[in-house]
């Protein structure tokens, strides 16, 4: 008995709000307790909806209560605290802020386990007891605790709403079933759930359905970087190989050339030395006899003279060559011009074949390049295009807002401009394209071509299709065709007022489409897109035709 006391004055000197000890206690009109600072911020808060109310029993108070200390449990609390008492921690059955409380709960609230939908009542575990012992409360429905029990009462009858019209989609109470819904289709809030659980149950099944196609769809991506990764990594250890094997070939032939050269070096320098010791050897020799010469000239006695004058034979020239000619001399400047020459060959078939290596590494684009297969696919990508002023033919009109072109029978009055087109009834965008997008075209009567070109002043007298700069696709009254570098080609289109255009900038592909009730795929193009992509119109007769790129919803 002594412990129940002990614990009901702990309640009684506890506040509800932070579940601690009364500081500064203040009792309210209503007779609950709490600390000052506590039901303070707890009013503040209710300032905005001017109504003050207690946080135990709800009742409301207006105006907001004068709050003075209660002496006496401040005087209580002291006490206790001298005698070592504490206030109880909060268990986890009490209801914090966060919780539904208890509705029968007096005091300080319990947390409520179960909320009953035909009593509108939240019950602690020991106020739901009766809820299984009763049997007219067996009956009753219950819930996981829920604040939102008064969204189930009508607010203009004040009764539990248990019907629902599916005329107005919204649930009702049976007073407005006869009243302000009369006549609509009604059904009873049971059998409409259980409408909306196969609509739930069939949507939950397309949603998870979908979930797992997502998860093989990301399988099927981790696989793909798995490859790419692999893929990559085969193509630089092998890129590797074969650099490695040029460069020790270039290596093999630079220490080729090298030893070459040593060697015809060592043996034409052993060459010149060999002539030139005899050379030196024949400078000796005539030295010698210019000496005896010399001195045959200065004998006095005529026939000494003719007696010891040499034959013709000793006076002749060298008898290994005549003079050298160092013009004539051939020395290794021709092997330095081959090598050069060597080396601007290669210098060209790398920067050519370069080109064409960096485009395939740039060209890979695994799933991510994969065309859209249907028409909501394809909308992912929808960009809006207007159409430039600048480069409009002054036979042709524009309107909404430089969506649509009209072929006029009298010249339009615009200014002069570079990039206006003269000699043909056509007009660019003004936004330029990359990446992926898709657009549509609205065509009229007559004849019209949809373009993407590049935006180039060079080509502002030549027709769409007739240049390398712009890929032209031809509708006309019994035929259609694809026209790109002056060359056409024809294909089977069907019979429909609009026509859509998908753009992978990166992948160089152009896919054309008859839009209607189905998609219908008409034409693809593979090309290498070098700049950004301008959307081009050109018309044919008669005057009146229009093309009018659509904004799509």
């Not at 809030?189 to 939950?204: G, M, P």
């Not at 793909?224 to 250890?237: F, R």
């Not at 394209?433 to 002043?457: N, P």
Request: charged share 25%.
């Amino acid at each position: 008995m002594a412990d129940k006391g002990v614990q009901l004055d702990l309640d009684t000197i506890s506040c509800s709000i932070c579940l601690d000890l009364l500081k500064d206690p203040v009792t309210i009109p209503c007779g609950h307790s709490y600390c000052m600072n506590c039901i303070k911020t707890h009013w503040d808060k209710e300032d905005e909806n001017q109504t003050h109310s207690c946080p135990q029993c709800r009742q409301s108070f207006t105006p907001r209560p004068v709050l003075v200390k209660n002496t006496m449990l401040a005087v209580l609390v002291e006490e206790l605290k001298k005698t070592g008492l504490q206030a109880a921690p909060a268990d986890l059955c009490y209801a914090g802020a966060e919780d539904v409380a208890c509705d029968v709960c007096t005091g300080r609230k319990l947390k409520a386990v179960k909320s009953c939908l035909v009593c509108l009542i939240s019950y602690c575990e020991k106020h739901l007891q009766p809820h299984f012992d009763v049997a007219q409360l067996k009956k009753h429905k219950l819930v996981e605790p829920s604040e939102k029990l008064h969204e189930n009462i009508c607010s203009r009858h004040d009764e539990v709403m248990k019907m629902f019209c599916r005329t107005d989609q919204q649930c009702i109470c049976y007073l407005c079933s006869v009243d302000e819904h009369k006549g609509h289709d009604t059904v009873s809030a049971a059998a409409a759930r259980t409408e909306r659980q196969r609509e739930l149950e069939v949507s939950r099944q397309n949603i998870q359905q979908r979930i797992q196609d997502r998860e093989e769809d990301v399988k099927v991506l981790q696989q793909e970087v798995e490859a790419i990764n692999g893929s990559a990594d085969k193509a630089v250890e092998d890129s590797e190989k074969i650099f490695t094997e040029l460069i020790r070939l270039m290596e093999k032939r630079r220490s080729d050339v090298k030893q070459q050269v040593r060697s015809q070096q060592e043996t034409e320098v052993s060459r010149v030395k060999e002539l030139q010791e005899k050379l030196e050897q024949e400078i000796t020799e005539l030295k010698r006899k210019d000496a005896e010469l010399k001195k045959l000239s200065h004998t006095e006695d005529h026939n000494q003279f003719l007696h010891n004058y040499p034959s013709p034979s000793c006076l002749t020239g060298s008898k290994y060559f005549s003079k050298i000619n160092p013009n004539c001399l051939k020395y290794f400047e021709d092997v330095t011009a081959a090598v050069s020459e060597v080396r601007n060959k290669l210098e060209d078939v790398l920067r050519e074949t370069w080109t064409n290596i960096s485009l395939k590494v740039t060209k890979v684009d695994v799933l991510l390049s994969q065309e859209p297969m249907t028409r909501a696919g394809l909308l992912e990508y929808k960009c809006k295009i207007t159409l430039d002023p600048n480069t409009v033919n002054t036979c042709l009109s524009l309107s909404k807002e430089n969506r649509e072109v009209t072929f006029m029978n009298t010249e339009q009055s615009y200014s002069s401009h570079p990039d206006r087109f003269t000699n043909n009834l056509q007009v660019l965008s003004r936004e330029s394209l990359t990446g992926r997008c898709y657009w549509e075209v609205e065509k009229g009567q007559g004849g019209v071509s949809v373009v993407v070109a590049y935006k180039d002043s060079d080509t502002v007298n030549e027709r769409f299709g007739d240049n390398t700069k712009s890929w032209a696709f031809g509708f006309y009254k019994n035929r259609s065709e694809y026209r790109h570098n002056n060359q056409t080609t024809p294909f089977n289109a069907t019979q429909s007022s609009r026509v859509g255009m998908y753009l992978d900038h990166s992948a160089g592909r152009l896919s054309f489409y008859s839009v209607s009730d189905t998609m219908t795929h008409l034409f693809r193009v593979q090309a290498t897109f070098t700049q950004p992509l301008h959307v081009g119109l050109l018309l044919y007769g008669p005057v009146g035709n229009t093309a009018e790129l659509c904004e799509i919803e």
